[in-house]
């Protein structure tokens, strides 16, 4: 899985708490449609100004703003390229993904195998059908990927989980995880497994 590193991270974090502020967003508003002062944004706001300068610098840290000097007088606009630059560059399928990289992906699997196992066993298959899929993936992975199994074979092994073999036969067949031809039955790769039966 693609990672995402802490600098994006931290700026990413950083991007979200600054527009996470009602004040702030109507500041990137009115700094879109064109440059202001902040004597002009406090009064269209109704804030002060001290607030609209801390709520700048917020922005400015990010780089989301520019500022131009005019004899006394501070006028800020919006910048579209940095705007533009961290939307490119943070806003990517892969960064969104990288979100999770410390997240256990594997946790809620984890937790239904340790629900419908006791001992190495399977108690009982699991009425629901995601659930169920879960037991089914992970019996049909102490399977050989490259091996074509006899019926009495695949019985020994699945005889190891739980007692109603024949079920967990038809359930890996109705998923697709195995198939089988003549008395004889393989794995299929999980790419092909069917996520109904």
Request: proline fraction near 3%.
């Amino acid at each position: 899985m693609f990672l995402m590193s802490i600098p994006h991270f931290e700026t990413l974090l950083a991007f979200f708490k600054a527009l996470a502020n009602e004040s702030r967003l109507k500041l990137i508003g009115l700094l879109a449609q064109r440059e202001h002062s902040v004597e002009e944004m406090a009064a269209l706001l109704q804030l002060k100004e001290p607030t609209v300068s801390h709520h700048l610098a917020k922005l400015k840290q990010l780089k989301l703003v520019e500022m131009r000097q005019d004899k006394n007088t501070h006028f800020y606009r919006l910048n579209q390229a940095a705007l533009q630059s961290m939307s490119k560059a943070m806003f990517t399928p892969e960064h969104i993904v990288g979100l999770t990289a410390d997240v256990d992906t594997d946790g809620w699997e984890s937790k239904i195998l340790r629900s419908y196992f006791e001992d190495g066993r399977l108690r009982e298959l699991p009425a629901s059908r995601k659930k169920r899929r879960v037991v089914l993936k992970w019996l049909v992975n102490q399977l050989d990927q490259d091996r074509r199994y006899a019926e009495k074979e695949l019985n020994q092994v699945l005889k190891q989980f739980h007692a109603d073999v024949a079920t967990l036969r038809r359930e890996f067949i109705g998923y697709n995880m195995m198939q089988r031809e003549r008395g004889r039955y393989w794995r299929m790769p999980e790419v092909e497994w069917r996520t109904e039966a």
